[in-house]
């Protein structure tokens, strides 16, 4: 048995029922490239690796990974000892001639937005990514203007994937039991920006400008982005507050700039 590590925010999941309904949701083919961030104590994996060729398992934690190799000594599952965030995606899609990255996992609470981050940022080699995360999390991804969830996780998530939350999982089925209660997300990326961005770089920094200063009116927060803020057309209210704007109005202002 391992010990969960609070400093990797480890909470192992040990819930058949709740596995079950997580690989229900990613429906995983033989022929996928699957990987599964942080397979702890295998819960999640004695489902999945029957389910595909070679199921791929990343986690920084070396005892995780030798707890993996003496599960599946026969290779039907790839063990990385290695920081999912340093994963390179296209040295795995070349070496199992796929095209695409899935993603399933049960992500430390830690280090969750960085996790988020870095499969949209790659999402060009990503098809979906089933994630069990605190529900807190979870809502920011799904959030709606006008509410104190939205923000820069809604804003990217949904402008780049469908996002659905699925259902929430009890502290109860973990071990140790969370504080907090968790969240199963799914995100099935999209060819494109569901809208179309002008210059994605300079979006990116604009949207994180405007919401580390979400209190403040566009006006202000803008010129935290662009200073003098440049003359824009009528239709943009800078008085408004960022969160008051849609993922579409926002990608209208970036675009404007």
């Given amino acids: 048995m391992i010990r969960p590590k609070q400093s990797l925010g ?3 999941l040990r819930d058949d029922n709740i596995v079950r309904k997580i690989v229900a949701a990613v429906n995983p083919q033989p ?3 699957l ?3 942080g397979p702890g104590e295998g819960a999640l994996t004695k489902f999945l690796a029957p389910r595909v060729e070679r199921l791929i398992v990343v986690d920084v934690d070396r005892r995780v990974i030798e ?3 003496e599960l599946y000594p026969h290779g039907e599952v790839e063990s990385v000892h290695r920081d999912f965030l340093e994963i390179d995606f296209t040295e795995i899609l070349e070496r199992r001639q796929a095209s695409a990255l899935r993603i399933v996992g049960n992500i430390p609470y830690n280090i ?3 996790i988020l981050f870095h499969i949209l940022d790659h999402r060009q080699h990503v098809s979906d990514a089933t994630l069990m995360m605190q529900r807190e999390v ?3 991804l799904v959030a709606k203007p006008n509410t104190k969830e939205y923000g820069i996780l809604a804003v990217f998530s949904q402008l780049f994937a469908d996002v659905e939350l699925l259902f929430d999982v009890s502290p109860s089925c973990f071990f140790p039991a969370p504080k907090v209660t968790s969240s199963v997300v799914q995100l099935k990326m999209l060819k494109q920006p569901r809208f179309a961005l002008r210059d994605e770089p300079q979006f990116r920094a604009m949207v994180r400008a405007i919401f580390g200063k979400r209190r403040k009116t ?3 927060s803008l010129s935290y982005f662009v200073d003098p803020v440049p003359d824009l057309p009528p239709r943009f209210d800078l008085s408004k507050r960022p969160e008051a704007l849609s993922i579409e109005e926002l990608v209208e202002l970036g675009n404007a700039i």
């Fill in 112 to 114: 969750t937005s960085p």
């Fill in 31 to 33: 022929d996928d490239a």
């Fill in 67 to 69: 707890r993996m190799n």
């Fill in 10 to 12: 480890q909470n192992f």
């Fill in 218 to 220: 566009l006006r202000n």
């Fill in 35 to 37: 990987l599964e961030i």
């Fill in 138 to 140: 979870a809502r920011r």
